[in-house]
């Protein structure tokens, strides 16, 4: 059975693509390295591994994979939209870990405590953003190797270390 501590979050499948069971994944493609057969979704709370016939780009974020045993786009359009998830080992082996690895992450701050947990990665403008869904609305703190005092992959968390007063911006 694949545990979900075991994963990082890759992307999000999206529409069929074609009619041959193709579908676009987008998400950090680095990841995806020759050694890439399969990505995990969760389906009713248990990771089900869904494995590549083939795997080709699409653009610098997106790739179109075709699915092992589906064949026409009725079948793999059951998996639009749903979150997929590769194997930690993956992320951990790279020299660089991809930001949207954090997401599902915990955020506390060194001085202030839990902030909330990471959703998302806003990379919209110059500066990226991590997004933290707080107990007091959403939280916006720059995705800046300064501000970041240490990293728990095991229980999952970041522990920032930040300047006074920029989380109540």
Same mark, same amino acid.
């Given at each position: 059975?694949?545990?979900?501590?075991?994963?990082?979050?890759?992307?999000?499948?999206?529409?069929?693509?074609?009619?041959?069971?193709? $579908? @676009?994944?987008?998400?950090?493609?680095?990841? %995806?390295?020759?050694?890439?057969?399969?990505?995990?979704? =969760?389906?009713?709370? &248990?990771?089900?591994?869904?494995?590549?016939?083939?795997?080709?780009?699409?653009?610098?974020?997106?790739?179109?994979?075709?699915?092992?045993?589906?064949?026409?786009?009725?079948?793999?359009?059951?998996?639009?939209?749903?979150?997929?998830?590769?194997?930690?080992?993956?992320?951990?082996?790279?020299?660089?870990?991809?930001?949207?690895?954090? $997401? @599902?992450?915990?955020?506390?701050?060194?001085? %202030?405590?839990?902030?909330?947990?990471?959703?998302?990665? =806003?990379?919209?403008? &110059?500066?990226?953003?991590?997004?933290?869904?707080?107990?007091?609305?959403?939280?916006?703190?720059?995705?800046?190797?300064?501000?970041?005092?240490?990293?728990?992959?095991?229980?999952?968390?970041?522990?920032?270390?930040?300047?006074?007063?920029?989380?109540?911006?």
């Amino acid at each position: 059975m694949l545990k979900k501590e075991e994963f990082a979050y890759f992307g999000k499948f999206l529409k069929p693509h074609g009619t041959k069971g193709e $579908i @676009g994944l987008q998400g950090d493609t680095f990841m %995806l390295d020759d050694d890439c057969d399969f990505v995990a979704c =969760d389906i009713d709370g &248990i990771l089900v591994p869904f494995f590549f016939d083939n795997i080709r780009p699409k653009n610098d974020d997106t790739v179109i994979v075709k699915i092992e045993r589906m064949e026409s786009a009725e079948e793999v359009r059951y998996l639009t939209n749903r979150d997929a998830y590769v194997p930690r080992s993956w992320s951990e082996d790279s020299e660089e870990l991809s930001l949207s690895y954090f $997401i @599902g992450f915990e955020a506390t701050d060194a001085t %202030l405590g839990p902030l909330g947990t990471i959703t998302d990665v =806003d990379d919209s403008t &110059i500066n990226t953003l991590f997004v933290i869904d707080g107990d007091n609305g959403e939280i916006l703190v720059p995705a800046q190797e300064e501000f970041i005092a240490g990293i728990d992959h095991e229980k999952r968390e970041v522990v920032f270390g930040l300047p006074d007063g920029l989380v109540s911006l």
